[in-house]
């Protein structure tokens, strides 16, 4: 009886310590991982922010997404369908757009005979994350300013909303700031603040396990202290909080 039930809290452990390990991709990074595969990248540019030339248009380029959503599409029912048909319901009906798509040399491919519902899901929210959102909280907002001006984007990816690849870490990922496991990096502003400051926060840069990963990864996250401005880690982490709760 007692080997049983060290066999069973040995396989509990096992199963709490995978669950930690397992990747927990927000939707927009994995939509941005299937726009990759699906080709979209080949119109809509790298990561879909430096559309292609379209002769014969009067736009003159495929549409990005991070400046040219809202021209095209004003709701995510909207990015839905654009995807899923390849046009609006409304643009199906306009005989402007339609002499607008012939013209072009390319026009948007229909997925929806090649995607499930929920992979149109996480399109919709990887093109809504790349297009950004309205931030109505004064301090928040600057701090997402501060964020990009300092590059923390570049690796976090727009809005801190993506998980770009990091090979060598414990996930193999840089983690996204809404993500499900980033508490398990930072649990409140003072982790917050150390690792913006520091590059690594107390609790991980002394744990040997941790810090295995985090020396072994491609990516390291860098210390800003000699960069930061008074109020800007504040600032930052009321934008982090203000994601979160979206």
Same mark, same amino acid.
Do not use: I, M, W
């Given at each position: 009886m007692i080997r049983v039930l060290v066999v069973l809290a040995v396989l509990a452990a096992l199963f709490f310590a995978w669950q930690g390990l397992k990747p927990q991709l927000p939707a927009a990074e994995r939509g941005r991982r299937l726009a990759q595969s699906l080709g979209c990248f080949g119109c809509h540019g790298p990561d879909g922010i430096r559309g292609t030339p379209n002769v014969g248009r009067n736009d003159k380029t495929v549409p990005t997404f991070d400046g040219d959503v809202m021209m095209y599409a004003k709701s995510d029912e909207e990015i839905r369908q654009w995807i899923a048909n390849g046009g609006t319901d409304k643009r199906f009906k306009s005989a402007t757009w339609h002499e607008q798509r012939e013209k072009g040399a390319l026009e948007m491919p229909s997925f929806k005979d090649r995607l499930s519902a929920p992979q149109i899901a996480e399109l919709v929210a990887f093109v809504r994350a790349s297009a950004g959102v309205e931030i109505p909280d004064s301090l928040a907002k600057f701090g997402l300013t501060r964020a990009e001006? %300092? /590059? $923390?984007? /570049? $690796?976090? /990816?727009?809005?801190?909303? &993506? !998980?770009?690849?990091?090979?060598?870490? %414990?996930?193999?990922? #840089?983690p996204s700031w809404d993500?499900? *496991? &980033?508490?398990? %990096? #930072?649990? *409140?502003?003072t982790e917050f603040r150390r690792w913006v400051e520091h590059g690594v926060c107390q609790r991980l840069g002394g744990n040997p396990a941790a810090r295995f990963f985090l020396d072994r990864a491609a990516l390291h996250m860098p210390a800003f202290e000699k960069? %930061?401005?008074? /109020? *800007? #880690?504040? !600032?930052m982490w009321a934008y982090v909080r203000w994601l979160r709760r979206m």
């Open positions: 001006q %300092l /590059g $923390c984007t /570049g $690796c976090h /990816g727009p809005g801190g909303r &993506f !998980a770009r690849r990091n090979p060598g870490s %414990l996930k193999g990922y #840089v993500g499900a *496991d &980033f508490p398990e %990096l #930072v649990r *409140d502003s960069h %930061l401005a008074p /109020g *800007d #880690v504040s !600032a």
